[in-house]
């Protein structure tokens, strides 16, 4: 394997965990008191705007791609990265 595959499968490892805990999240419910922690409604998408926060991406607004990437669950990006990587080392594989 070569840098490129590690490096997908990693992102893909990343996303499988983000997907897991969220699972996880969703599944429990909170309590009267609150006192469970998780958020109610259960499943909550977490994004790059959510990790960075929005006065740090105004910039990204002009783009409208841009910000179709910002905005998408970060489990979703992290496997298309991850997707490309391992199409990369697929591509550069040297035997």
């Not at 394997?1 to 990693?10: E, P, V």
């Not at 006192?35 to 790059?48: L, N, Q, R, V, Y």
Request: aromatic share 16%; no cysteine; net charge negative.
């Amino acid at each position: 394997m070569n840098k490129f595959t590690m490096i997908g499968l990693g992102a893909w490892l990343v996303s499988i965990v983000i997907v897991g805990f969220q699972a996880i999240t969703s599944l429990m419910q909170e309590g009267g008191g609150g006192d469970w922690g998780a958020p109610p409604g259960g499943w909550s998408e977490m994004a790059i705007v959510d990790l960075v926060g929005d006065e740090r991406l105004y910039w990204a607004a002009d783009f409208d791609w841009l910000v179709y990437v910002f905005t998408m669950p970060l489990y979703i990006l992290l496997f298309a990265v991850g997707l490309l990587f391992v199409i990369m080392g697929v591509v550069f594989w040297r035997k």
